[in-house]
């Protein structure tokens, strides 16, 4: 599959998507978006791919969403702003949950400004490692509007809810050391080796089973909304799965033959 604004290459089974306008900071134009959603789509569907590492081309992470989009928005007929408002949420929304829910590990690798709709791309995905340049910026009060990309769900999980309104309130920037101290930031690289890292990490965090990893993230991504009666149930009916699951059955042939083994010297 060719792209134009982004670019998406595997490697050992780890998939690396990189944002692909970088004369715009990466800025997320509605073109740029449907090939993210079908690239993201791919990847999820691959079976082949144990994880993905997303980044951005040039000297920004993602500068959020494009102006020119934005102007569009503003000189259409009065009686068509909401609706057109609605549905532009309705991929915005499609997107940032594909990241959310992909039953893979996804790290974000952070290279420059994550700005508005980017900052929310940046905690869509389930760790975020920065190099220096790094900052991220909850912008949307400067242009009198509301994050919408998942800030007002990942920002409070992350950093606790009093913090989070703070940054979304004030639209200030998070430089790197902050990012790091109260949460933002997982892990802190060189900007050299920052792709690499990621990748190096994402095949760590991706060695084990594919289907524990896609079952338990699940669960995971529930923890805060359910009940632990509800999360017990859940983890019961996931763990029926694994035990039926091949990897689960070579892993624990392998451990017998080893103790056996063992035993026999």
């Known amino acids: 599959m060719s792209f134009q604004l982004i670019?998406?290459?595997?490697?050992?089974?780890?998939a690396t998507l990189r944002l692909n306008r970088p004369e715009k900071r990466n800025a997320m134009?509605?073109?740029?978006?449907?090939?993210?959603?079908?690239?993201?789509?791919?990847?999820?569907a691959d079976k082949s791919?144990?994880?993905?590492?997303?980044?951005?081309?040039?000297?920004?992470?993602?500068?959020?969403?494009?102006?020119?989009?934005?102007?569009?928005?503003?000189?259409a007929p009065a009686g068509e702003i909401a609706f057109n408002g609605w549905h532009r949420q309705?991929?915005?929304?499609?997107?940032?949950?594909?990241?959310?829910?992909?039953?893979?590990?996804?790290?974000?690798?952070?290279?420059g400004p994550a700005s508005?709709?980017?900052?929310?791309?940046?905690?869509?995905?389930?760790f975020i490692i920065a190099s220096e340049g790094a900052n991220f910026t909850w912008s949307y009060i400067n242009r009198g509007i509301i994050p919408d990309g998942g800030g007002m769900y990942f920002l409070p999980r992350r950093?606790?809810?009093?913090?989070?309104?703070?940054?979304?309130?004030?639209?200030?920037?998070?430089?790197?050391?902050?990012?790091?101290?109260?949460?933002?930031?997982?892990?802190?690289?060189?900007?050299?080796?920052?792709?690499?890292d990621a990748q190096a990490w994402a095949r760590e965090l991706s060695k084990g089973s594919a289907t524990a990893l896609a079952l338990g993230k699940t669960i995971l991504n529930q923890t805060f909304e359910t009940s632990a009666a509800q999360i017990f149930a859940q983890g019961s009916q996931a763990q029926g799965i694994c035990y039926t699951s091949t990897e689960h059955r070579e892993s624990v042939l392998a451990f017998l033959e080893k103790a056996a083994a063992a035993k026999n010297k």
């Open 7 to 14: 670019e998406l290459e595997t490697s050992d089974g780890i």
């Open 159 to 196: 950093v606790g809810l009093a913090k989070a309104k703070e940054l979304i309130f004030s639209g200030r920037k998070v430089d790197l050391d902050e990012a790091t101290q109260i949460g933002i930031v997982d892990r802190v690289t060189n900007p050299e080796t920052l792709v690499a």
């Open 90 to 111: 309705q991929r915005v929304h499609h997107t940032q949950s594909l990241l959310h829910t992909m039953p893979k590990p996804v790290i974000a690798a952070v290279n």
């Open 49 to 75: 791919i144990r994880a993905l590492v997303l980044t951005g081309n040039g000297k920004g992470f993602c500068a959020g969403g494009d102006i020119s989009g934005m102007e569009k928005r503003m000189k």
């Open 116 to 126: 508005g709709l980017g900052a929310d791309t940046a905690l869509a995905c389930d």
């Open 29 to 44: 134009s509605d073109e740029m978006r449907s090939e993210f959603i079908e690239a993201l789509e791919m990847v999820t």
